[in-house]
């Protein structure tokens, strides 16, 4: 079974640019998640979808990030304008459904913002 | 009462030694409680988890045990290798809801 694919895996912008993320789950998988690692600390959600619905993004800094998962199966996450405290790791995850049956993380994309 | 706290931050032991990772949690409306191991440029991959309806589970060299009245749950790695070095994450768990622990930095020096 493939796992969660993400892409880039690297990415190096200035402040005030913008960027995004690709995330596509594993087939058959509803339910979708992003987050962000800021380093030495745990993934944090940014938002969870349901098909194509959004479930919970009350953690999303909306005024500069968006996420989007049009037909319910590939994902974008978005920046923009990036800021220095956004340099993290995002991290796509997707489950089978909401209750998290075969919770699956992807290997993320390494932000750093100068 | 979202929160998860994990300690310590960071373990240092020799081949065989048993490191103790330890988590407590606050909302009982949690039910499932999974460990992630995180190497360096990878996803977190879950480790073993467990239900507030038992107190101890094995998988291998991994155990967890489960304290539902202190609201408190420790991963034990028996016999470590030099290959379990990476970070471990606890986490905490209900339908629409997965909160990480800060993580704990394991070294398993040869």
């Known amino acids: 079974e493939a796992g969660v694919a993400q892409s880039p895996r690297y990415k190096i912008i200035e402040k005030r640019q913008s960027v995004a993320f690709w995330c596509n789950p594993i087939s058959g998988h509803a339910t979708l998640y992003w987050y962000q690692q800021i380093l030495g600390q745990g993934p944090k959600l940014l938002i969870q979808?349901?098909?194509?619905?959004?479930?919970?993004d009350s953690q999303l800094p909306k005024d500069r990030f968006s996420a989007e998962r049009l037909k319910g199966v590939d994902s974008t996450l978005k920046i923009q304008p990036a800021k220095l405290e956004d340099s993290a790791v995002y991290l796509c995850?997707?489950?089978?459904?909401?209750?998290?049956?075969?919770?699956?993380f992807g290997s993320g994309t390494r932000l750093t913002v100068v | 009462q979202q929160q998860v706290k994990q300690s310590p931050q960071s373990l240092i032991v020799q081949k065989g030694g048993i490191p103790i990772i330890n988590c407590a949690y606050e909302?009982?409306?949690?039910?499932?409680f999974p460990w992630y191991q995180q190497f360096p440029g990878k996803g977190p991959a879950l480790l073993i988890a467990?239900?507030?309806?038992?107190s101890e589970k094995k998988e291998g060299r991994f155990t967890i045990s489960f304290n539902k009245s202190a609201k408190q749950f420790s991963l034990h790695i028996m016999d470590s290798q030099p290959g379990d070095s990476a970070t471990y994450f606890c986490?905490?768990?209900?339908?629409?809801?997965?909160?990480f622990g800060t993580g704990t930095r394991l070294q398993v020096f040869p």
């Open positions: 979808f349901q098909n194509n619905g959004v479930v919970d």
């Open positions: 909302n009982t409306a949690f039910d499932y």
């Open positions: 995850a997707s489950s089978v459904d909401r209750l998290g049956l075969g919770y699956t």
């Open positions: 986490a905490a768990s209900m339908p629409d809801k997965l909160i």
């Open positions: 467990i239900r507030p309806d038992v």
